[in-house]
């Protein structure tokens, strides 16, 4: 390996590490209490080495962002998973798979609505990032539409509703299965419940 790639190895080692070592933090001490001088002490890096690889937290938060991303659509390409929204066990994969990348990735997710709330330039950025996902599931619900499903509105309109449902009730529920209603809720509880509303809301006949 020349030089050049052995620099370039050592950058995106330091990068993963500095994003580690701030989804520790951030379990620790909330997105927005943590500062950068946090993320680099935790990663053992020098307080400068941080604007090497990112302008500022939300900087290091959006690639974060974009590695779930990646990794939500990496996920498309595991066994199960179809777009034909017409078949209630396709509405479920998402539903599960939804759920369970949530409960791995809850800290991130904490971390981006917060951001969110206190910065509209950062939610912004977050919606733009995302709308390649949204377009997504707005094709699988074209395909229950084409199936003969009656919509209850636009496809794209739906899969954003589809999506705030999915976060909003991930995390009320997440972690441990209780709300502060005091009901306790098992993932497949969680699951069957979630993907019967929806595919119920999509046309699709009652389970």
Do not use: C
Not at 49 to 56: A, D, E
Not at 68 to 78: E, F, N, R, Y
């Amino acid at each position: 390996m020349t030089a050049a790639g052995v620099r370039r190895q050592q950058a995106a080692q330091t990068g993963a590490e500095l994003k580690a070592a701030a989804v520790r933090v951030f379990a620790r001490l909330g997105y927005l209490n943590t500062k950068i001088t946090d993320i680099t002490a935790e990663a053992g890096r020098a307080a400068g080495s941080f604007y090497t690889h990112f302008t500022n937290k939300e900087a290091l938060l959006e690639s974060l962002l974009s590695d779930l991303l990646a990794q939500g659509d990496a996920s498309t390409l595991t066994e199960g998973h179809s777009d034909d929204f017409s078949d209630r066990d396709a509405v479920r994969w998402h539903v599960a798979s939804y759920w369970g990348f949530y409960r791995d990735h809850r800290v991130v997710m904490d971390a981006l609505q917060q951001a969110a709330i206190v910065d509209p330039e950062f939610a912004r950025r977050s919606r733009e990032l995302s709308e390649p996902d949204l377009h997504h599931m707005a094709d699988h619900l074209t395909r229950a539409r084409d199936a003969g499903f009656v919509l209850p509105g636009d496809p794209l309109v739906l899969a954003a509703a589809y999506t705030a449902l999915l976060s909003g009730f991930a995390s009320m529920w997440q972690p441990g299965g209780k709300s502060s209603l005091g009901h306790e809720l098992t993932d497949d509880e969680a699951i069957e419940t979630l993907t019967s509303f929806i595919y119920a809301g999509i046309g699709g006949p009652r389970a």
